[in-house]
Every structure is written in C-alpha cells, then in structure tokens.
C-alpha cells in the first residue's frame, strides 16, 4: 500500500533535513558492514533467540529465498512478510506494525512465563 501523499510529503520533508554527507557516510558503512558480513540469517539462527523478521513485500528491504529458508528452518524465528508494503511499512501499515510489535512482546512474555528446563550432563 503506497503512502498516502499528504504522509509522503511529510516523510520527504523530513528527509530534506539531513545532512546528505551524513547520510552517504552512514549508508556507506552500512554496505561496508554488508560487504564484511552478508546475510545475517545463519548467525540469527544460530543464536538460538526467539526472532521476528518482518520486511515488506516490495522495495529493497526484503530477504533472499536462501535467507528465507535458513531463518524458517530456525523454530524460534518468524518471518512475516507484508504484501504489498515497501521498506516504508511503519508509515505504510502503522497499525499493523503495533499489531504484530504488541503479539511479539506477548509471545516474549510467554516464553519468559514457561518454566525453563536446564540440561546437566553426568
């Protein structure tokens, strides 16, 4: 679901604010780190932490086939993907984006609520 315009020209508004040096050395790290370190998915996995991955169907925010495969192989990840939302889906899809932070902050408190089983050996 696209941006309404009025929301749209607020956002760019925003934007034009910043520092475009900032902002190019901060993108330029960021695919530095990238280049350093490529998908996150395996590392997420095995972290062995309870995990949300939510991106938008659209735009340039979403994950690989291969990514998708390594996170779901992972019990404790869900991926969620937003038909039709972009990378701008907080503002896109505002209420679904509670939703889904709100039944992940419930699911966190459920977790902790279970007992833990610990594993000794000998």
Same mark, same amino acid.
């Given at each position: 679901?696209?941006?309404?315009?009025?929301?749209?020209? &607020?956002?760019?508004?925003?934007?034009?604010?910043?520092?475009?040096? #900032?902002?190019?050395?901060?993108?330029?790290? =960021?695919? /530095? =780190?990238?280049?350093?370190?490529?998908?996150?998915?395996?590392?997420? !996995?095995?972290?062995?932490?309870?995990?949300? @991955? @939510?991106?938008?169907?659209?735009?340039?925010?979403?994950? &690989?086939?291969?990514?998708?495969? &390594?996170?779901? +192989?992972?019990?404790?990840?869900?991926?969620? &993907?937003?038909?039709? +939302?972009? =990378?701008?889906?907080?503002?896109?899809?505002?209420?679904? #984006? +509670?939703?889904?932070?709100?039944?992940?902050?419930?699911? #966190?408190?459920?977790?902790?609520? /279970?007992? !833990? #089983?610990?594993?000794?050996?000998?």
């Amino acid at each position: 679901m696209p941006l309404p315009p009025a929301r749209g020209e &607020t956002l760019a508004a925003e934007f034009r604010k910043n520092d475009p040096h #900032v902002i190019r050395r901060g993108v330029r790290s =960021y695919f /530095q =780190y990238l280049d350093r370190h490529g998908s996150v998915a395996s590392r997420l !996995r095995d972290a062995g932490v309870p995990a949300w @991955v @939510v991106h938008g169907e659209r735009g340039d925010g979403g994950i &690989t086939e291969d990514e998708r495969r &390594t996170l779901e +192989a992972s019990p404790r990840i869900r991926v969620i &993907t937003i038909p039709g +939302a972009s =990378y701008f889906m907080p503002n896109e899809e505002p209420a679904l #984006v +509670a939703k889904l932070l709100l039944e992940a902050l419930d699911q #966190v408190e459920s977790d902790q609520q /279970q007992p !833990r #089983v610990e594993h000794r050996e000998g």
